[in-house]
Each structure stands twice: as structure tokens, then as C-alpha cells.
């Protein structure tokens, strides 16, 4: 299975010294405001971070926080109020909308509850479905499907629907589904917060995996200490500030 075959590879990722990595996203002083009943709320508070190239960085904090929000503009589904988000060296933050959209579609894959699987279409369908939005070439579907389910072991799943899976399997095609077009950037909310702890280590598994056989970065929330281990960076988010 795939997921273990990813354990005994040495790869680039190891070898190279992070410091040398590009800068994939750069987030310089984000603010977020809302309007809630006429008075302002603010919820990010001045946000400085940086993801390299083929780094898995973790947001920790407690529940509203603002690890959502925050992870809503990184992904461009939100803009900020203030502050700059470069992301490949374009603009974010001043982009037009549809400029946005064609970025993320593109070079971004999320797995968000609100991105879930589509409970009519099999695995196989549902990987596939973000290769149309991405604009793949038909011909490529087939085997770029069959991959990415590979990668993470579901090889013998394809043909069934999200009812006829586990938990961890359903995130697991949601995963296979978040970076089928090859996105440079994966952005995850809580993606083992419904899993049990031996589920949750092997989706870890499968991410410290596709950042070494895909290049992709990943970022992600979790409340799971056990977790936190394995990233090669994380930010504690309290209040709306990174600490
Ligand atoms: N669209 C919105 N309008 C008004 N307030 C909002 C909006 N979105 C989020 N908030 C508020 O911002 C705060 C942070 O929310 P957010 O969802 O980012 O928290 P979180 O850290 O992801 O929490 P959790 O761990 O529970 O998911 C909350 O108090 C929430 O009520
Ligand atoms: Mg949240």
C-alpha cells in the first residue's frame, strides 16, 4: 500500500535544508474585521507567517481563535481587511475576484468540511470531479485518478460511494480529491478531527507522503497534540495573534 511504501523513501525534502526553500506563501500584518450587529469584531489580529515550499505547518488554538478565518484567506475564499498575503509572488490580497478564483482552482486543493465528497458520485468520480474544475485534459483523468487513490490506499475503492466507505476513507478521497490537480498548496481544517488516533496517524502519514512525491505544501488546523509532532512548523494562534 502506498502509505507505507512512503516510509523507507530518502528524499529531497530531507536532504535540503529548509532556509533554502521559496517562500510559497508570504502573510505580512492580515488583519480580519467583521460586522457583526453594526460594531466591528476583530478576529485576526495582525498575522505574520510564512510556507515554504514542501513544509507542513500546523495552526493550533482554541476554538474560535480564528484558525478558520485565517485559513479562509490563505485559500483566497476570503480577503483580509488589512495586511498583504503573496502567494507564488502574486498579490492576493488585490487580486480581482475571478483572478482568485482561477489561482485557487488551479494551484490550490482544500479539504474543508464544507468541500466534502459528493455523496452520489464513487471515489473514483469524486477525484475526478476536480480535475474537470481544474481544466485537466480528459485523457489524463484515468490514470491521475487511479494515482492519487493509490496514494492513499484506496486502490480497492474506487467504485464505491462516500456511504459505502469508512470515516477514514471518506478523508482519505478527500484528500486524493484535494490534490489530484497537482496543487502547490493544500489547505486542511482539522482534516483528523472526526478520525480515531491510529486513523489520524496514518492521514499524517499519507501527508508527510504527497509532500515528498508531489512537492505539494501543506497547511493545516488541529487540536491534536499527538499530531503536532510531525510538523515541521507550527504557529499557536490565541486571540486572533500568533504567540
Ligand atoms: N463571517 C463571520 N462573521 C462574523 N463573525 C465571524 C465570521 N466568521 C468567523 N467569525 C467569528 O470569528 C471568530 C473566529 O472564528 P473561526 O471560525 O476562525 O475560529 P476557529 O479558530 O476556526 O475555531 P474552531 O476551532 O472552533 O473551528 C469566532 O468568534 C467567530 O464567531
Ligand atoms: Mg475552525
Not at 112 to 141: D, H, I, K, T, Y
Request: aromatic letters at 4%.
Amino acid at each position: 500500500m502506498a502509505i507505507s511504501q512512503g516510509e523507507e523513501q530518502t528524499t529531497e525534502a530531507q536532504l535540503e535544508p529548509a532556509e533554502e526553500r521559496r517562500n510559497l506563501l508570504t502573510v505580512t500584518d492580515v488583519e480580519r474585521t467583521f460586522q457583526v450587529g453594526g460594531s466591528p469584531l476583530h478576529v485576526l489580529k495582525g498575522i505574520r507567517m510564512e510556507l515554504k515550499e514542501r513544509q507542513l505547518v500546523m495552526l493550533r488554538g482554541r476554538s474560535g481563535s480564528g484558525k478558520t478565518t485565517l485559513l479562509n484567506c490563505l485559500g483566497g475564499l476570503d480577503t483580509p481587511s488589512k495586511g498583504e498575503i503573496m502567494f507564488n509572488g502574486m498579490p492576493f490580497h488585490t487580486m480581482s475576484d475571478d483572478k482568485r478564483t482561477l489561482v485557487r482552482r488551479k494551484h490550490m486543493g482544500f479539504i474543508f468540511q464544507a468541500f466534502a465528497l459528493m455523496p452520489l458520485l464513487s471515489a473514483r468520480e469524486n477525484v475526478e470531479l476536480s480535475l474537470r474544475m481544474a481544466g485537466v485534459p480528459r485523457a489524463q483523468w484515468k490514470d491521475r485518478v487511479t494515482q492519487c487513490l493509490e496514494l492513499v490506499g484506496l486502490e480497492r475503492r474506487m467504485s464505491h460511494r462516500p456511504f459505502e466507505l469508512s470515516g477514514g476513507e471518506q478523508q482519505r478521497v478527500a484528500i486524493a480529491k484535494a490534490i489530484a490537480h497537482k496543487p502547490m498548496l493544500l489547505l486542511a481544517d482539522e482534516p483528523t478531527a472526526e478520525l480515531d488516533t491510529g486513523m489520524s496517524a496514518q492521514i499524517m502519514a499519507v501527508f508527510q507522503n504527497i509532500i515528498r512525491t508531489e512537492q505539494v505544501t501543506i497547511c493545516m488546523t488541529t487540536h491534536d497534540p499527538t499530531i503536532l509532532e510531525v510538523a515541521d512548523r507550527v504557529y499557536e494562534m490565541v486571540d486572533g495573534k500568533f504567540i
